[in-house]
């Protein structure tokens, strides 16, 4: 009963989401204000139908009530609550319904935050969501319906996989939906500007807290993404270019662009089409991600073809979406005036140059991911692509980037002359050259060309960051005065910056001064990394709730003190019969000890030697830190009080378009 | 075809060494570092998506003991690699070498930077008439009242 409901509940929502789509455009069309406002109500009832029905799922999975056909595919009675709840968005079906979630819940976010914003606009905004949100509905109770029920209906699930049995995976994926999904109302409001004509300084101030907010989840999904790999895969490795990743960051480079550009577009009321072009890539990008992930055409273009059905619509669907927006974009955006002009020597110039590196870089991801595809197809033979190419290609096109933020602050809007700007830069540039040379002979005590070009770069943006904070604070009385006077958005920049700059010394030195061992150790027998010693204390047979675990204690020394005591685990998950390895970490900010199991040398003897892998990770912490400040950075500038009396000033003019 | 040769270097292979084990035999530190370097640049066939260096499969293992045993007998990266091209093709590497076919890959994002870069500097650099809107009664209003929390 309780599964029907859940169905039901998802037709309901797609007869509103047609509403939500239609009668506010033709109100706009006729200049009909009341069937304009129809779109704010029929989002927030789209919103709580599909609660409804995600309720009703997670119910589904809470009473392990396998004749729901998702529900045995991906659940075990023994498989602990939490991991029950989180198992709604463990494979195809669930994270559709995921996503349509965060859909609805974004919608109905703007329908209350927006209420003050000409009708045009927010209804306009409101129907091209309820658009998105029928596609995805369609999707769904086409081709993906979680509640189609099982006959007969097994006894046992069959269990979640055990790589998403994780706390990682339990907050990583819903944050990644609300980044990508969030970038389906910087979409909107692009549909919104193009239809309505309105496309100013006014409309980027609307659309970019959206926009940043969508980023600042995409950012924290990403980087809990890294760390959930990390603990979880036991390579060691935090980042593997993986296709599926590759989905995931070319929305977040584009997205970055976007928040750039929009900056421009607000303060100087230019690069109003590339700002409109972005929303619709970066969305469309986002799209391209599900569809990569979800269709299988991944493992092998000829996959595509076991699911048809499934891959056919969400082609579809792209095509309709990106090609709809791209089309209107087309006939649209040559209407839109210029308003000003643009210098070389600028802020709005300089940030012109960020959006070609981060977009080019994006494009670089995407033709690499694809690149095996497409020869595949054209039978030009097989090929791979992965991290030696990426990381490559990425340092390369990321550099000038990073050489360009120092410029952040300095430069002014308008126009600037750049030789003056420079002046007061002239030593930080000096000391990061020296200290970033410096840094990894006094750190590790040995050079390498890779990490310090990273490290001179890290100190870079990091001591120019700074810099454009103290210059606004010294121009003010006091240090009180000075502090409060910094916008909030301005924190939130430099916040982001700064994280950019810790991210980047934390990729230069892990990457390069990284240690890995693979040993083999008996019961007390023990292997170095440098000072550190690891000593290998035997397994222990430990019983989970629904795996088996041989874990084992290993006893790390610096110079001859102990100083933790890992317990790196092999599950084996009888229900799936699979293998996982959790790793143990000690880690502090300078360094990461990371140890994982590899198998037993003789596989029916658990209590002799063991294969071991060993790893010494510098400033590991660094990278996923420097995630976390851009998140920060990103709440601060979302959360700015001119947005707010943007609305504010917005609500109190008389609704040109919609009372003519 | 290729999948029987892969079935049959599996049977060949199989009951082989355990994953992970470490190699035996001694590398200096300059030829473990080029080890080290080169399985992280090699794929694992019979994976999803692995290096051989990260990969549990036997399959791994085994080409992990295969450049071990090279570089041990004093071949350069470019021969380990000539080796493992020969017999599992260029699929093998996750670092495709420069030739007429990858070219556009490792030559096109340059192209790309270049073409933005031109394209940006004439927007900079394009004069133009500055066709502004004449400000409607609103536009004006919203300005005046956004400027004023400009500080």
């Known amino acids: ?660 | 075809m290729r999948t029987l040769i892969l079935a049959a270097l599996l049977f060949v292979f199989a009951g082989g060494a355990f994953a992970l084990t470490p190699q035996e035999g001694a590398l200096d530190p300059e030829q473990e570092a080029r080890y080290r370097t080169l399985i992280h640049e090699l794929r694992c066939l019979v994976c999803q998506n692995q290096t051989i260096a990260d990969s549990n499969a036997d399959l791994a293992a085994d080409l992990r003991r295969e450049v071990h045993t090279h570089i041990a007998a004093g071949a350069t990266d470019d021969e380990v690699r000539r080796y493992v091209t020969d017999r599992y093709g260029e699929f093998v590497l996750y670092k495709p070498p420069m030739t007429a076919r990858t070219a556009v890959l490792w030559i096109g994002p340059f192209l790309l930077v270049a073409l933005g870069v031109l394209i940006a500097l004439r927007m900079l650099r394009r004069p133009r008439a500055v066709a502004t809107p004449a400000p409607t009664a609103d536009t004006e209003r919203l300005r005046r009242l956004l400027d004023e929390e400009e500080r």
């Not at chain 1, 269990?159 to 944050?175: A, V």
């Not at chain 1, 609300?178 to 980027?204: K, N």
């Not at chain 1, 970066?282 to 493992?299: E, I, N, Q």
């Not at chain 1, 002014?412 to 050259?433: D, H, I, M, Q, T």
Request: charged content about 15%; some cysteine; aromatic content about 12%.
């Open chain 1, 1 to 660: 009963m309780i599964p029907e409901l859940g169905h039901f509940a998802l037709w309901l929502a797609l007869a509103v989401g047609l509403v939500q789509a239609i009668v506010p455009t033709v109100g706009y069309a006729r200049r009909n204000l009341r069937w304009m406002s129809i779109a704010g109500a029929a989002s927030q009832v789209q919103f709580l139908l599909v609660v409804v029905s995600y309720l009703c799922l997670s119910e589904a999975f809470r009473q392990n009530d396998f004749s729901v056909a998702y529900v045995a595919a991906n659940s075990h009675s023994a498989l602990p609550l939490i991991y029950r709840l989180s198992a709604v968005w463990g494979a195809h079906e669930g994270s559709l319904l995921l996503w349509l979630l965060m859909l609805s819940g974004w919608a109905f976010a703007v329908s209350i935050f927006n209420r003050r914003l000409p009708a045009d606009i927010s209804s306009l905004v409101l129907a091209a969501l309820g658009a998105v949100s029928v596609g995805f509905l369609l999707f769904m109770l086409l081709t993906s319906n979680p509640f189609d029920r099982a006959f007969p209906i097994p006894l046992e699930g069959r269990d979640l996989n055990p790589l998403l049995q994780d706390p990682g995976l339990i907050i990583h994926p819903p944050m990644l939906y609300m980044g990508y999904v969030g970038f389906s109302v910087a979409f909107a409001f692009a549909i919104a500007a193009l239809v309505t004509g309105r496309m100013d300084s006014a409309w980027a101030r609307w659309a970019r807290p959206w926009t940043t907010t969508a980023w600042l989840f995409l950012t924290m999904g990403i980087t809990l993404g890294s760390w959930w790999a990390y603990n979880e895969l036991g390579w060691g490795g935090w980042w593997f270019w993986d296709p599926v990743e590759n989905a995931s960051f070319m929305p977040w480079l584009v997205g970055t662009a976007l928040i750039h550009s929009l900056a421009v577009t607000e303060k100087r009321g230019l690069l109003q089409s590339w700002t409109l072009l972005l929303s619709i890539v970066a969305f469309s990008l986002s799209l391209l991600g599900t569809f990569l992930v979800r269709s299988g055409v991944l493992v092998s273009v000829h996959a595509f073809a076991t699911d048809p059905a499934r891959g056919v619509f969400i082609l579809a669907f792209l095509g309709v979406v990106v090609g709809g927006g791209l089309l209107l974009y087309a006939i649209r955006a040559p209407k839109l005036v210029r308003q000003g002009e643009m210098q070389l020597a600028s802020r709005e110039g300089l940030l012109l140059f960020n959006n070609v590196f981060l977009v080019v870089t994006a494009a670089m991801v995407l033709f690499g991911t694809l690149f095996p595809l497409l020869m595949d197809a054209l039978d030009l033979g097989k090929y791979s692509v992965g991290p030696p190419y990426f990381n490559r290609m990425f340092f390369l096109l990321m550099a000038p980037l990073a050489v360009l933020v120092g410029f952040a602050g300095v430069v002014s809007w308008k126009r600037a002359n750049l030789v003056e700007s420079f002046k007061p830069l002239r030593l930080l540039a000096l000391v990061a050259v020296v200290l970033g040379i410096a840094l990894p002979f006094v750190t590790q005590g040995q050079g390498s060309v890779a990490a310090s070009a990273g490290a001179v770069l890290a100190v870079w943006v990091l001591v120019t960051s700074v810099q454009e904070v103290w210059r606004r604070v010294r121009a003010k009385p006091s240090l009180a005065a000075g502090l409060r006077s910094v916008p909030r958005g301005a924190w939130g920049m430099t916040l982001a910056h700064i994280g950019l700059g810790v991210w980047t010394m934390g990729v230069a030195f892990a990457s390069t001064f990284n240690v890995e061992k693979d040993v083999r150790l008996g019961s007390g027998q023990s292997a170095d990394i440098g000072r550190y010693e690891f000593r290998f204390d035997g397994v222990t047979h430990v019983e989970g709730p629904n795996f088996k675990s041989d874990t084992g204690h290993v006893v790390v020394s610096y110079r001859g003190r102990e100083i933790a005591t890992l317990n790196p685990e092999k599950r084996l998950y009888p229900s799936q019969g699979s293998v996982m390895t959790e790793a143990a970490v000690d880690h502090n900010p300078l360094r990461d000890l990371y140890v994982a199991m590899g198998e037993p040398i003789d596989k029916n003897d658990a209590n002799g030697d063991w294969a071991l892998r060993l790893y010494y990770k510098p400033m590991m912490r660094l990278v996923w830190f420097g995630g976390v400040l851009m998140f920060f950075g990103g709440i601060l500038a979302a959360t700015d009080r001119r947005y707010r009396l943007a609305q504010r000033a917005s609500a109190s003019i008389p609704d040109g378009a919609a009372a003519a």
